[in-house]
């Protein structure tokens, strides 16, 4: 089947937390859809694997370390992206989560542990989005994904600032998409479920597998190729919204 709608070939698309997980899984699938990656992770040792099997399909592209966290590296990740590429076409905000130090019932929450959540979930989405958009609304073109979360739609009893932060970046998605769409950015987000990515409890990934009414927990590419149709001229006249992509998974505590 030939779908050019579809086709990314010759665009460039950042991808933030390409290393591992949704991420890299992102990564793969807008590759194998044409495009060339630059891969925005904190950790360089992940992210060079993800570029080596990028390059493994044929596409450019390379890595570039990068705490989401901090303006003057998200600066430095967007200008080194139009020096080397020449044209930023895609943003996918996907490096975001929860450490160990955050997951702590909601009245533990300590001013630092707040914070530190926010930054990684929404304030480095605000950065990303608008540092991008400079050079995007000088492009007059572009294209923005941000992950959230379903998190966002139920009481975050793992985390309570990560909950309020992924309805935040639900928040600015319709916001940034308001203000770029004279531009001609688009800016959406996607919301997964539960996809296992690294250790876990079990027990909960069985119960969670149970409840959600197609019988399996998500995958990196179940993201990834929703990704990949925000990201193609196949969603042209889609601006402002959030996908869930969670199988229908009960907003249930
Ligand atoms: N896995 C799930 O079940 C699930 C569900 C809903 C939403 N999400 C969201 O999907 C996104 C990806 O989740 P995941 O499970 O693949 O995460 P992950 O922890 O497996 O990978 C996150 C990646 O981001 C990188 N990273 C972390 N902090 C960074 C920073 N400050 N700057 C740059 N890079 C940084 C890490 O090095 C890693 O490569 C997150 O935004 C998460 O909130 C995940």
């Given at each position: ?18 290393g591992r ?61 139009v020096e ?12 975001g989560g ?156």
């Amino acid at each position: 089947m030939n779908l050019p709608v579809f086709d990314l070939t010759g665009r460039t698309a950042i991808v933030t937390g390409g290393g591992r997980g949704i991420g890299k899984g992102i990564c793969l699938a807008l590759a194998q859809a044409g495009a060339n990656i630059i891969v925005a992770n904190r950790d360089t040792a992940t992210a060079a694997e993800t570029v080596r099997e990028i390059e493994t399909l044929g596409r450019k592209s390379i890595a570039i370390q990068t705490d989401v966290c901090q303006s003057a590296q998200v600066e430095n990740l967007v200008n080194k992206t139009v020096e080397v590429f020449g044209t930023l076409d895609i943003l996918v905000n996907n490096a975001g989560g929860t450490t160990k130090e955050m997951r702590v019932p909601p009245l533990q929450v300590t001013e630092e542990i707040w914070d530190a959540a926010i930054d990684l979930n929404l304030k480095s989405i605000f950065l990303c989005s608008q540092i991008a958009a400079k050079t995007m609304i000088q492009q007059k073109k572009g294209n923005i994904i941000n992950i959230s979360s379903w998190y966002a739609y139920m009481p975050s009893l793992v985390s309570m600032p990560y909950g309020a932060a992924k309805a935040g970046v639900n928040n600015l998605t319709q916001t940034m998409a308001h203000v770029l769409g004279p531009y001609n950015i688009r800016v959406n987000a996607i919301a997964p479920g539960a996809v296992p990515t690294g250790p876990g409890d079990p027990e909960m990934r069985e119960r969670r597998r149970k409840s959600c009414p197609l019988g399996r927990l998500g995958v990196p590419e179940d993201i990834a190729w929703a990704v990949v149709y925000f990201a193609s001229d196949a969603s042209s006249y889609v601006t402002g919204q959030v996908l869930s992509v969670d199988g229908a998974i009960p907003k249930i505590v």
